[in-house]
């Protein structure tokens, strides 16, 4: 079992910054890719940001020069941070792992629970 555990979302003003945290625990043998997603209402969960195991990241053209990924494996623990933010931000947000729960190759993804952003005009 996998438990992916979101902070650091809340109510901040147009232009502010906040950073979320995702840390994963459970039965983890190793985590390749983590993420982070977000769905406003009514609409359909998007990518923000993922980072690979080796650090490599990919953003959503609406964020790129905003948001910054990051992650720290010795705490299997990925980041966002936030800045410059925007109306059309708010969002819950939600982290993704992709795990290795054994010595077999197989991942397995796993998702957090969500933390609101809520950004003020």
């Known amino acids: 079992q996998v438990q992916l555990v979101e902070s650091g979302g809340g109510l901040v003003q147009a232009g502010g910054s906040l950073r979320l945290s995702c840390a994963a625990s459970g039965s983890i043998f190793s985590i390749n890719a983590m993420g982070w997603y977000r769905q406003a209402p009514g609409k359909q969960r998007d990518l923000v940001a993922t980072?690979?195991?080796?650090?490599?990241?990919n953003y959503a053209d609406s964020v790129k020069g905003r948001f910054t990924i990051s992650r720290d494996n010795a705490k299997n623990t990925v980041y966002l941070q936030m800045n410059s933010l925007k109306p059309e931000d708010t969002a819950v947000y939600y982290c993704?792992?992709?795990?290795?729960?054994?010595?077999?190759?197989?991942?397995?993804?796993?998702w957090g629970q969500g933390t609101q952003v809520t950004v003020s005009s």
């Open positions: 993704n792992a992709d795990v290795r729960i054994s010595v077999l190759p197989q991942t397995y993804p796993y």
């Open positions: 980072i690979t195991s080796s650090t490599s990241t």
